[in-house]
């Protein structure tokens, strides 16, 4: 998709649609330099005085001007301009984008609000956004599809500004795009079923994508991981004919007196429970379990792309979790990387045991901070649903940092208790710690397993079961994988001191 930006008013522009902004507070009639009103006046005159459309929130209206060159005028009704914001932009622009693909235009332009309806937000800021909900809106995983199936996609969006901002425009419209296209990858690692993503071709795509975007890329094998000692990686993947791999992505040493921030995603190519077998309603959904490492892959990619100047590593442990007659077993016993044993209790809570690995290994590269990215319990989902990532850590001002990373991206993040008395219910008598703790609090004990093995760095997790695929289509997030995560650290790490 070709995007552009132009310092030339909406009504000068040549497109099959034309998407513009109304607020229902600055209605388009009052508005007397609006250009469009001499171009488009008499029929807009007409929809406004008979009430069709007055700008409230997603209300639209599609007007057919007569005019070859601009055959389609859209109004998206923007609310109340002093309850505007980032999201409601995202979604308008979501609105508009998704109105011309089911029109099947081939070309759009749109309007950039000015900057000073969306005060504090700088015009790249919005020209971000804007390029981001678009971008994303339109995202389909069509690559099962047969051709006839694909509807032909927009090839040119152009972006109109009446003002003289047109460079700060154009930067953010890249960014927008750059962190677009990396939760798009996401996605895409989230949809694919697990008899193409496994761990080596999950890891193959991580290569690639360094490759791609500049940053670098090791993959440890089975004898590798197995010498390291990382007995959660091994111990899961024992039951699958997939080997397992370990990925370790590495951005921007030469930032390393910075701070270095580790990420760590779970990679999970497919959770059957292993011998706690899960039941098979809804199993299909596990090929999301690698929804962590999708996140930390994408996050890479755009943090390449922006040449953010930070030293970022990301470590991916991934497994393909099954039964079979050398799967691990309830009642087994794991050693982990940092030497710590873990009892396993049951098989389906695999995530933090090769996350556990992932985690003590995160030390050697002396981070600052450690964000692990998992799909990691259920009961966070019946916890906190599609539209909050559950949080934990162990330092209060780096949560409070995500959460308003969270808010900005919209990519949300809620925090839940890591109190003392959780502590207990892991206690194993044969073992250092146990991998389930009972039927109640089941993220926050799973996230104090995981604490066990943290080093000597400030840690978050981030439990995404719930975010990582979503059931419903919402503005800019289909149905299916969201790509939740990156947005959300990319935000974080553009502000991270
Ligand atoms: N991958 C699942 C968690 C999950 C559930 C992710 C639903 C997305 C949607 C994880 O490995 C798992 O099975 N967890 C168990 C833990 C339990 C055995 C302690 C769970 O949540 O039931
Ligand atoms: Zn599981
Ligand atoms: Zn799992």
Known sequence: ?????????????????????????????????????????????????????????????LLYTGNKKAPRLLMIGTGE????????????????????KSL????????????????????????????????????????????????????????CTASSF???????????KAIAE??????????????DLYPATLAHDAQQTGRRHGFSVR??????????????????????????????????????????????GKGVTFDTGGISIKPSAGMAEMKMDMGGAAAVVGTMQATAQLKIKR???????????????????????????????????????????????????????????????????GACVVALGHYATGMMGNDQESM???????????DRVWQLPMFDEYEKLIKSDIADVKNVGGRWAGAITAGWFLKKFIGNYQWIHLDIAGTAMQEENQDYIPRGGSGAGVRLLIEFLRNWN
Not at 110 to 134: C, Y
Not at 166 to 176: D, N, P, S, V
């Open 166 to 176: 047109i460079r700060e425009i154009k930067t953010g419209l890249a960014t927008g």
């Open 81 to 100: 301009s002093k309850k505007f914001s980032l999201e409601k932009l995202r979604r308008a622009v979501a609105t508009g984008a998704k109105k011309g």
């Open 1 to 61: 998709m070709n995007i552009t930006a132009v310092s030339t008013a909406i009504n000068a522009i040549a497109a099959d649609l034309l998407v513009t902004f109304v607020f229902q507070d600055d209605p388009l009639y009052k508005k007397k330099t609006t250009d469009i009103v001499n171009r488009f006046g008499a029929s807009v005159d007409t929809a406004l005085s008979m009430k069709d459309f007055s700008g409230k929130e997603g209300e639209t209206l």
């Open 219 to 264: 993959v440890f094998e089975k004898k590798k991981i197995q010498q390291l000692g990382m007995g959660g990686v091994i111990g899961v993947s024992k039951g699958s004919e997939k080997e397992p791999r370990f990925v370790i992505m590495e951005y921007g040493k030469q930032f390393r007196k910075n701070g270095t921030l580790v990420l760590v």
């Open 400 to 410: 409070d940092a995500l959460k308003t990373a969270g808010e900005r991206s919209y």
């Open 311 to 377: 030293h970022v590593v990301g470590l991916i442990p991934s497994v393909e979790n099954m039964p079979s007659g050398s799967a691990v077993k309830p009642g087994d016993i794991i050693r982990h990387y940092n030497g710590k044993t873990s009892e396993v209790d049951n098989t389906d809570a695999e995530g933090r045991l090769i996350l556990a690995d992932a985690l003590s290994y995160a030390e050697t590269f002396k981070p600052k901070l450690v964000i692990d990215l998992a799909t990691l319990t």
């Open 182 to 195: 990396a939760t798009m990858h996401a996605r895409d690692l989230t949809n694919a079923p697990g008899s």
């Open 104 to 159: 099947k235009v081939s070309s759009l332009a749109i309007t950039v609000p000015d900057v000073d309806v969306i005060l504090p937000e700088s015009i790249e800021e919005i020209a971000a956004a804007m390029a981001e909900a678009f971008l994303l809106s339109l995202y389909q995983y069509d690559k099962y599809l047969t051709k006839e199936k694909i509807g032909k996609p927009i090839s040119k969006i152009t972006f």
